[in-house]
């Protein structure tokens, strides 16, 4: 390849300009900003340019002669049809920027761009729920296409292999919760009002709420993860290819899972709870294991477990439609996996507490004795 070289010609009442070798990227003289500049400084000579001899001409080197001729053509100028064709595409390139936005408005770019996100993520998500339904009514009418190895799979590492983890939490919080409110009952001599605290704190609110957010970091991370890396991999695309439903294979059996096991890890986690509490009851205040077991079920109405069974039910549902949503939603690149995966989780933990003040606003008038 011949580097691009500059000739002048001086003659009686003018100069000319002689352009020959190769003009490519890889041609041009180094640096490039000083050999613009010796252009540039021919041109405002008005020149006579001649571009017969160049041999290979690109759009990089096309730029730098546009941009030194001043953005507009030389008055005399000689070159092929190719390299003019080049040029006129040069030449057809918008030179002004957008502009910044006004900063009396740049506070609105932050919310205006969340809302858009949670807009898009809304139709996704609506999108996926209709999905879902489709699949539920094709199952319901070719009950032979249930999935039940891929249902029996999530539901051993969402729920079995949960059990240990929302057991010793459970436990924990309800040790906790008994040595903090038997300090303050002693005080006003209510001990015997430990059972109401704890039976309706834990059945009703905790437990629903604790296991929703461990079910969240651990099998809600584990969904996005999962289909994310199957993103990555175009395994998704490939069960595509072979006509396997990537909904009724995938997402389907993780949201009924997911719907299944929560309530019962639900009633799991409030007995270790209630079994922690009457515990630190007993080492606390002296409560007899026989006072706490008889009370219980006097002072804490049967309407509470339900009411926890119904947010874990819901709960799973939606913690299985974020993960599903986020890990379909990833890019093929390891940044957007590791970003989706914390999204879900967060999205999870977040829709999860909103839900929970909804039950609370809503059954407020029930499980609560008189």
Not at 27 to 46: G, V, W
Not at 66 to 75: A, F, K, L, N, T
Not at 147 to 162: C, D, T, V
Request: proline share 5%; with cysteine.
């Amino acid at each position: 390849m011949a580097v691009a070289s500059i000739e002048t010609v001086h003659r009686a009442n003018s100069l000319q300009v002689q352009l020959a070798g190769d003009w490519t990227l890889a041609t041009l003289p180094q640096p490039i900003s000083r050999f613009e500049a010796r252009l540039r400084e021919l041109a405002s000579r008005e020149a006579a340019w001649d571009m017969l001899s160049i041999a290979r001409l690109d759009s990089a080197a096309a730029v730098v002669l546009w941009r030194s001729w001043g953005r507009r053509w030389p008055v005399s100028l000689a070159l092929s049809g190719e390299h003019r064709l080049l040029l006129e595409r040069v030449e057809a390139i918008p030179v002004d920027l957008p502009g910044r936005p006004s900063e009396r408005l740049g506070w609105l770019l932050v919310p205006g761009r969340l809302a858009l996100a949670a807009v898009d993520n809304l139709a996704g998500m609506v999108a996926l729920v209709g999905q879902m339904v489709l699949d539920v009514g094709h199952l319901c009418a070719h009950p032979r296409d249930i999935p039940w190895r891929e249902f029996s799979a999530n539901l051993y590492k969402s729920g079995a292999q949960a059990l240990p983890v929302t057991a010793l939490i459970g436990f924990l919080i309800g040790i906790v919760l008994s040595y903090l409110s038997a300090l303050q009952l002693k005080t006003f001599g209510a001990d015997v009002f430990i059972v109401n605290l704890l039976g309706i704190s834990i059945v009703r609110e905790l437990g629903p709420v604790l296991v929703a957010v461990l079910v969240a970091g651990r099998s809600g991370s584990a969904m996005t993860a999962q289909l994310g890396v199957m993103r990555v991999t175009e395994e998704i695309d490939a069960l595509a290819t072979m006509g396997v439903s990537r909904s009724l294979r995938l997402v389907l059996p993780k949201i009924v899972a997911l719907a299944v096991a929560m309530p019962l890890l639900v009633v799991w986690c409030s007995a270790a709870g209630i079994v922690g509490g009457m515990i630190a009851a007993r080492l606390q205040m002296d409560l007899s294991y026989g006072f706490f077991i008889d009370t219980l079920p006097r002072v804490v109405p049967v309407a509470n477990l339900w009411i926890g069974m119904s947010k874990g039910l819901v709960f799973g549902v939606l913690i299985g439609l974020v993960a599903c949503h986020f890990g379909l939603r990833v890019k093929p690149n390891t940044e957007s996996l590791s970003s989706q995966t914390t999204t879900s989780v967060v999205t999870s933990i977040t829709v999860a507490i909103l839900v929970d003040a909804v039950f609370a606003i809503m059954t407020r008038s029930f499980g609560i004795p008189l």
